[in-house]
């Protein structure tokens, strides 16, 4: 099954073609990046507009590239959610277009799942079916949760951030130390001279039961709003003296308190699951230190950590052709007239 991936729910302008789930045949991404770097995060009418603009061009690309043609695509599939609604919009509409105009199913793809399913994508990455069941850690600049995974399309959310999400934690205290967007890649680049242990940031908050989390265990989910504080605290009462130490020391310090809530609340979640293996997906996943420190956590569990690759960690379509090829997603009679779903569950 050929499969045509094409992913618009933030900032990325994203088209690819996979073959039968595993096999990604092209995986074209456009990212915004310099459209929204001046204004600290995005914008969402620049996104939509670019995302017009853009999407034609991806898709051309991608299925030129894929070498199967227009002749070979048995299906298209586009994220219908969650994300930005004018930008979902963009590219359900030209999706919807792509099917009609091929007489093929189109296929409505959950966001957040195509992440998780990253991680099995290309043929030397493992098997999901040998992989079940496991938990999940997904971290972007828009969610932060741990999932448990007992098969493709059943999932029990464990636990989320009840404010910022993991990326935006990077993203804001980036933007309080001035050093520009997107903010996490700076960090962990700049956070390898530092000294993460000499300043110390609250990990993650410590929540109480409560009806926000839905019957959600506390010691699961995550608060990254006072560790924001306390950077606004430190840097009041230590400015900027640009001193490159002294900065890489501080990025280090607030790199560790994000990493260590996500770690510590993995630690947890994996003594109280018997599971297979621990996933790490999403933007984030592209920390360094994060990615050292959930090696630990696995290792100590004695279960596999599976990374997606670097160019499906952040978003693209690859993963949103590839979970559609695995049989995942939604599709049938009603496909052409199912709208976007902004805040749609897992
Ligand atoms: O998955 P993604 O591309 O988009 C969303 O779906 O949100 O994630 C983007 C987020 C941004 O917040 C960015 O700062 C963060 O991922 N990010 C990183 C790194 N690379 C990207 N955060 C920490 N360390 C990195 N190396
Ligand atoms: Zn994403």
Redesign the pocket.
């Known amino acids: 099954m050929n499969v045509l991936g094409i992913e618009t ?4 302008t994203a088209a690819a073609v996979v073959v039968d789930g595993r096999d990604v045949r092209a995986s074209c991404i456009f990212s915004q990046v310099a459209l929204h770097g001046p204004y600290g995060g995005v914008v969402p009418e620049i996104a939509s507009r670019s995302h017009v603009t853009t999407l034609p061009r991806m898709i051309e690309q991608a299925v030129a590239e894929s070498g199967v043609g227009w002749g070979g695509i048995d299906a298209v599939a586009a994220t219908f959610g969650p994300g930005l609604a004018s930008s979902l919009l963009v590219g359900v509409s030209g999706a919807r277009g792509i099917a009609q105009r091929l007489n093929k199913p189109l296929i409505a793809i959950n ?1 957040i799942e195509a ?1 998780i399913y990253s991680v099995f994508l290309d043929g030397d990455a493992p098997q999901a079916v040998d992989m079940m069941p496991f938990l999940a850690l997904v ?5 932060t949760m741990i999932v448990r995974v007992t098969g493709l399309g059943q999932y029990e959310v464990l636990g989320r951030t009840v404010d910022d ?4 934690a ?2 804001k205290g ?1 933007n309080m130390m001035n050093l520009g967007y ?4 700076i ?3 700049l956070a390898r001279d530092g000294d993460a242990q000499a300043i110390h940031f609250p990990r993650g908050g410590r929540l109480k039961p409560s009806p926000m989390l839905g019957g959600m265990d506390p010691a699961l989910c995550f608060s990254f709003s006072g560790l924001k504080t306390a950077l606004l605290y430190h840097l009041r009462d230590t400015p900027l003296s640009g001193d490159a130490q002294a900065l890489a020391t501080l990025a280090a310090s607030y ?1 560790e308190a994000i990493v260590e809530a996500l770690a510590g609340r993995c630690r947890t979640a994996l003594a109280g699951y018997d599971v297979k293996a621990l996933a790490v997906v ?3 996943s ?3 230190r ?1 990615r050292e420190r959930l090696a630990d956590v696995a290792r100590e569990a004695g279960v596999t950590l599976l990374l997606s690759k670097p160019r499906y ?3 693209n379509a690859a993963m949103i052709a590839g979970l559609a090829g695995a049989g995942e997603g939604i599709r049938g009679g009603a496909d052409l007239a199912m709208d976007i779903n902004p805040n749609m569950r897992l």
Not at 9 to 12: A, G, L, P, T, V
């Open positions: 729910s933030c900032d990325e966001h992440h971290v972007s600049g828009g969610h999400a993991a990326g935006e990077f993203d980036a997107p903010g996490g890649p960090i962990d680049k790199q999403g933007g984030v592209m920390n360094g994060l960690c952040a978003d």
